[in-house]
Structures are given as structure tokens and as C-alpha cells.
């Protein structure tokens, strides 16, 4: 839910690794989706594995990333910082090749036909209330939902609030935020290895400007290419300090319904930002058939870091779900 080299300081706070190399992505990328193996419509006499999409919706206009046949079973996957749907390509590809209608939006603030001005508009109810209206526009009346690190946050809330749509729910990285707000308030760990929040969330533009003078990140399992395009999207005007509001908006706090639907929820014992603590507890947050899975030696950035596992145990638990 970050990016620094090894070692650097921000505003006095240690970064952990994973998210302080965001403070090195360079302003000098720039590459498409065609570049990254996502067709464009001047492909459209080849079907595209993964194409273009946009979702109108009454907040603004959304743009996605969409695989498998419009009849498939619907899955929803909504990324985390500093990603883009890009993030999903490997889940969004193994679920089409299994059938599924697979799409994967750029989120409030990263889409820039949803970049409200205002810290206020990134409370994560309001990206709770994306998911329904993308759903809407979509034309899904029920879909599985999947989400990693801010959209973990997004999507276990999601799939409390409107449990007869959510049909089931894998939740990658950040547990319930029930368990995570607990953890924040009661265990070390968890207090340390979030402090570099308190960077991000300092007034605009200290940290926008810190980011942005910064080079290339280096994310475990992301390619230079694809990496240098979540900083080129970033760098567009306004665009990081609308997805740093996401961090100034939220304390994590008063999201404590549980979770009914079916849940797997993959964390992973290198994980610098989440504690065990709140990765243990979140069993008590889950009402359902519930599964953890804490893969040994990866860190935060799971589906990208670990993509075959990832799909491999999203596919097994859609197919464990009844239609």
C-alpha cells in the first residue's frame, strides 16, 4: 500500500522495500498497453487476449482491462498502490483461458475520467460504491470479486455491503480491515511496518514531489516496462495526488462488518507492510467458508511476485463456488 532505494529515509521515516522503490519509478517511461502485451482497437482483426475498456458509471468514466467471453462467469479485480489493472494480467488471462469474463478497472483517482479534486472523495466508501456501479454498468447482477492491497481493502468491504451480488471473495495481501485496524491499534509489527504511511499522508505536494524526482522502482516479479508504465500513468497531472489521497483519506477504521460470502485470502510470510497478527485474526472477521493460504518466501506484491500460485488458488476456489 508502497515505494525508496534500500535505506533512503522520507521525512524522517524508514520506507520498507517493496514500496520505497516507488520513490525511485523515473519520469521518462512511456508505454502503452499495446507495449505491454494488451491490445489496442488497431488490433481488433485479431481477438486480443486482454483488451481496452471503459465503464461509464455516474462518478465518471473508468478504465479497464478485460479478458474471456462476455457469456463467462464475471470476476471483478481491483488493484492496490501504485498498480493498475495491468497488475491482474496473469489472472486475467488464466481466467479467460478457464472461461471466466475477467475485468479489471483502474480505480478512482489512477482513471483519469474518475480523479475527483479533494481528499474526501477517496474515503473508501466511495470506492465501495465503485464497485457496485461498475458492476451496473457491466450489466453483472452477480460477480466474484478479487482485489490486492488498497483493493483487498476495497473489496472486503464490498463483499460485506452487498453480499447478495458478491458471489465470493479472494482478498490478496491486506487482511479484514477489521483485523487490521486491531493490529494497527494493539501490535508493534504492525505500527512499524506501517510508517510509511505517515509519509504518504503528508500535505501535497511533499511526497508527490519526493516520488516524482525519483527513478525507476524495482517491484519483485513486475518487468522495467510494465513498471515504468504505473509511474507514467502516475505522473500525469494530478494523478498522484489523487491516489495519495486514498492514504490521507483512511485511517482503516469502522469498516467491521463481517464477511458471509466464501473468502480465500492469500498473504505471504515476506510481506513487509502486514504484520501476522492481523493476517491470523482475520478468521474472526469472516462469517463463511474461509481459507488462508500464506505463501513462504514472497513478499507484498502477490500476483505479480507469484502469479502462477495466485491464479492457481483464485481458480480453485471460484470452482469450489457454486454459480
Given at each position: 500500500m508502497v515505494f525508496v532505494p534500500v535505506g533512503r529515509q522520507a521525512g524522517g521515516m524508514s520506507i520498507s522495500p517493496s514500496r520505497r522503490d516507488f520513490l525511485r519509478i523515473g519520469a521518462t517511461a512511456a508505454v502503452g498497453v499495446a507495449s505491454?502485451?494488451?491490445?489496442?482497437?488497431?488490433?481488433?482483426?485479431?481477438?486480443?487476449e486482454i483488451a481496452p475498456l471503459r465503464i461509464r458509471t455516474p462518478a465518471g468514466t473508468f478504465d479497464a482491462v478485460a479478458a474471456g467471453p462476455r457469456s463467462?462467469?464475471?470476476?471483478l479485480l481491483l488493484h492496490g498502490f501504485p498498480e493498475l489493472g495491468i497488475e491482474w494480467e496473469h489472472q486475467l488471462r488464466a481466467l479467460a483461458a478457464a472461461?471466466?469474463?475477467a475485468v479489471a478497472p483502474d480505480q478512482r483517482g489512477y482513471s483519469p475520467g474518475v480523479r475527483?479534486?479533494?481528499?474526501?472523495?477517496?474515503?473508501?466508501d466511495h470506492a465501495v460504491r465503485d464497485v457496485r456501479a461498475m458492476a451496473d454498468a457491466l450489466?453483472?447482477?452477480?460477480?466474484?470479486?478479487?482485489?490486492?492491497?488498497?483493493?483487498?481493502?476495497?473489496?472486503?468491504?464490498?463483499?460485506?455491503?452487498?453480499?447478495?451480488?458478491?458471489?465470493?471473495?479472494?482478498?490478496?495481501?491486506?487482511?479484514?480491515?477489521?483485523?487490521?485496524?486491531?493490529?494497527?491499534?494493539?501490535?508493534?509489527?504492525?505500527?512499524?511496518a506501517s510508517k510509511y504511511m505517515q509519509f504518504f499522508r503528508q500535505p501535497a505536494p511533499i511526497p508527490e514531489n519526493s516520488i516524482l524526482a525519483s527513478g525507476p522502482p524495482k517491484l519483485p516479479g513486475v518487468p522495467p516496462e510494465k513498471a515504468a508504465e504505473y509511474f507514467r500513468r502516475l505522473?500525469?497531472?494530478?494523478?498522484?495526488?489523487?491516489?495519495?489521497?486514498?492514504?490521507?483519506?483512511n485511517d482503516f477504521q469502522g469498516h467491521e462488518k463481517r464477511v458471509a460470502v466464501p473468502t480465500?485470502?492469500?498473504?505471504?510470510?515476506?510481506?513487509?507492510?502486514?504484520?501476522p497478527s492481523g493476517v491470523e485474526a482475520t478468521k474472526n472477521w469472516v462469517?463463511?467458508?474461509?481459507?488462508?493460504?500464506?505463501?513462504?518466501?514472497?513478499?507484498?506484491?502477490?500476483?505479480?511476485e507469484a502469479p502462477e500460485a495466485t491464479s492457481a488458488l483464485l481458480l480453485a476456489h471460484l470452482a469450489s463456488v457454486c454459480v
Amino acid at each position: 500500500m508502497v515505494f525508496v532505494p534500500v535505506g533512503r529515509q522520507a521525512g524522517g521515516m524508514s520506507i520498507s522495500p517493496s514500496r520505497r522503490d516507488f520513490l525511485r519509478i523515473g519520469a521518462t517511461a512511456a508505454v502503452g498497453v499495446a507495449s505491454l502485451g494488451i491490445a489496442s482497437p488497431a488490433h481488433a482483426a485479431v481477438r486480443p487476449e486482454i483488451a481496452p475498456l471503459r465503464i461509464r458509471t455516474p462518478a465518471g468514466t473508468f478504465d479497464a482491462v478485460a479478458a474471456g467471453p462476455r457469456s463467462g462467469r464475471k470476476v471483478l479485480l481491483l488493484h492496490g498502490f501504485p498498480e493498475l489493472g495491468i497488475e491482474w494480467e496473469h489472472q486475467l488471462r488464466a481466467l479467460a483461458a478457464a472461461g471466466y469474463r475477467a475485468v479489471a478497472p483502474d480505480q478512482r483517482g489512477y482513471s483519469p475520467g474518475v480523479r475527483p479534486i479533494g481528499i474526501e472523495n477517496y474515503r473508501l466508501d466511495h470506492a465501495v460504491r465503485d464497485v457496485r456501479a461498475m458492476a451496473d454498468a457491466l450489466g453483472w447482477h452477480r460477480f466474484d470479486l478479487v482485489g490486492h492491497d488498497w483493493g483487498a481493502a476495497v473489496a472486503w468491504i464490498a463483499a460485506a455491503e452487498y453480499s447478495r451480488r458478491v458471489r465470493s471473495l479472494t482478498a490478496v495481501s491486506v487482511p479484514h480491515l477489521g483485523a487490521f485496524a486491531e493490529a494497527l491499534r494493539t501490535d508493534p509489527a504492525q505500527q512499524e511496518a506501517s510508517k510509511y504511511m505517515q509519509f504518504f499522508r503528508q500535505p501535497a505536494p511533499i511526497p508527490e514531489n519526493s516520488i516524482l524526482a525519483s527513478g525507476p522502482p524495482k517491484l519483485p516479479g513486475v518487468p522495467p516496462e510494465k513498471a515504468a508504465e504505473y509511474f507514467r500513468r502516475l505522473s500525469q497531472p494530478g494523478a498522484l495526488t489523487a491516489v495519495l489521497n486514498w492514504y490521507r483519506a483512511n485511517d482503516f477504521q469502522g469498516h467491521e462488518k463481517r464477511v458471509a460470502v466464501p473468502t480465500l485470502f492469500i498473504a505471504s510470510t515476506k510481506d513487509l507492510m502486514v504484520a501476522p497478527s492481523g493476517v491470523e485474526a482475520t478468521k474472526n472477521w469472516v462469517t463463511g467458508p474461509y481459507r488462508l493460504e500464506n505463501l513462504a518466501g514472497i513478499g507484498h506484491n502477490i500476483p505479480e511476485e507469484a502469479p502462477e500460485a495466485t491464479s492457481a488458488l483464485l481458480l480453485a476456489h471460484l470452482a469450489s463456488v457454486c454459480v
